[in-house]
């Protein structure tokens, strides 16, 4: 179900996708809590956010990203552009322990397909072979802190 962190659906599920959505909200936590706030005990929420290194290296990041990200507290505000919070492991941890929340999973995701290496990336590659490529970026020692998005589960209290 497509809504908003502010008007959501009287519901109670087994779990709930945030996927894309706490990066480009001013509260993610708040956003986060509601979201959590519909999901059964013992049940998970599920999302994907910007990582802080990846995002500005990536393809369709605006000019000044790379900047913004250098010099900035992870939030990315470019006039006339866009708006976004990148994320770095510890941030990521603290949302979803500040929305109430315990982390079950958090994964660096996106190296080649959407990110800094996406130009890199063999132009016929199977599933099996980019999941490789991705296992080898994520053990780097450059390339692992360079991907694009955080995936992330977190369990609600039962």
Not at 8 to 28: F, H, R
Not at 29 to 43: H, I
Not at 52 to 66: C, K, S, V
Request: some cysteine; overall charge negative; charged content about 20%.
């Amino acid at each position: 179900h497509w809504t908003s962190a502010h008007q959501l659906p009287e519901v109670t599920v087994d779990a709930a996708i945030a996927a894309e959505v706490l990066c480009y909200v001013p509260d993610a936590v708040g956003a986060l809590t509601a979201v959590a706030s519909r999901v059964r005990p013992g049940g998970a929420v599920v999302l994907s956010v910007e990582a802080r290194w990846g995002w500005a290296a990536a393809q369709d990041a605006p000019a000044g990203g790379i900047e913004a990200a250098l010099s900035g507290d992870g939030v990315v505000a470019i006039d006339g552009d866009r708006w976004v919070r990148t994320y770095d492991r510890p941030d990521v941890e603290a949302l979803l322990r500040g929305a109430g929340l315990e982390p079950e999973a958090i994964v660096p995701s996106h190296w080649m397909p959407d990110g800094p290496l996406e130009d890199a990336m063999p132009s016929s590659v199977s599933l099996e072979q980019l999941l490789a490529l991705e296992a080898r970026c994520a053990a780097h020692p450059v390339w692992a802190p360079l991907h694009r998005l955080w995936l992330a589960i977190g369990r609600v209290a039962r």
